[in-house]
């Protein structure tokens, strides 16, 4: 077993500064204090502090005027999807939203893929099912099922729907644990998603909607179950 990486005076310092910009300690379009007075604050060189500021300005959370200063990038009106996944981590309250998302896309997949999906994909999509039924449980079946969503979007034929696909299981796979529990039996989890690769297979559109529909209402409800379960246990730790 390799040992776990250890953290860097930068990694603390970015991980820091990005919880005070998304906790709002320093709001979309103010400026941070001038970075020997910041260096100063958290004990560090001005170098470690420029590290931190590249990987903050990386991810679309600052940005940096020569001559003028830092400031805080308005990431919710100029931001993209792919910062979703630090959204994550930082704030639970992230999945819902990502899960209504989910839903209204899911269910124009499955049913425009029900149109266009060949008998290769069709092929493909049966294979990907049968093996969230073969898996061990837990991530292995959670794992395997993202695939069968993955190929779904390929069957629809536009592009676009593939890199959304991805967007969305990329920004909660990263904290995927917490939301397990529908994947746990992986008969149970291949037995929900069939009726939405058999309307497909069928070429059923409306089937393949409604299947879909119903399947990742009841997958998200047993996540956020799980998570409220999770959280509650962690509270009444406290």
């Avoid at 300690?25 to 204090?33: F, I, K, V, W």
């Avoid at 639970?92 to 998302?101: A, K, L, Q, R």
């Avoid at 092929?123 to 099912?129: D, F, P, Q, W, Y």
């Avoid at 497909?200 to 209402?217: F, I, K, N």
Wanted: charge should be neutral; charged fraction near 25%; hydrophobic fraction near 45%.
């Amino acid at each position: 077993m390799e040992p776990l990486p250890r953290e860097t005076i930068v990694d603390v310092l970015e991980k820091r500064l990005r919880e005070d910009i998304l906790d709002g300690r320093h709001p979309a379009g103010s400026y941070l204090p001038p970075e020997r007075e910041l260096a100063d604050v958290f004990g560090v060189t001005r170098t470690t502090l420029k590290h931190a500021f590249g990987r903050l300005a990386h991810a679309g959370l600052l940005e940096t005027r020569h001559g003028v200063g830092t400031r805080v990038r308005d990431f919710l009106r100029l931001g993209g999807a792919d910062i979703l996944p630090m959204l994550v981590r930082h704030s639970p309250d992230w999945i819902g939203e990502i899960f209504e998302v989910r839903r209204s896309i899911g269910v124009l997949i499955a049913e425009r893929a029900a149109a266009h999906a060949t008998a290769s994909q069709i092929a493909e999509l049966r294979c990907l099912l049968a093996a969230v039924g073969d898996a061990t449980g837990g991530d292995p079946v959670q794992l395997a099922d993202a695939e069968v969503h993955r190929a779904l979007a390929r069957a629809t034929g536009n592009r676009v729907y593939v890199l959304l696909t991805n967007t969305l299981f990329n920004a909660y796979l990263p904290v995927r644990a917490a939301l397990a529990a529908p994947f746990r039996d992986p008969r149970s989890a291949h037995d929900r998603l069939a009726p939405v690769i058999e309307a497909v297979a069928a070429g059923d559109r409306e089937a393949a909607r409604t299947a879909a529909g119903d399947y990742l209402s009841a997958t998200e409800r047993i996540m956020l179950e799980g998570l409220a379960h999770a959280q509650g246990h962690r509270d009444g730790a406290r």
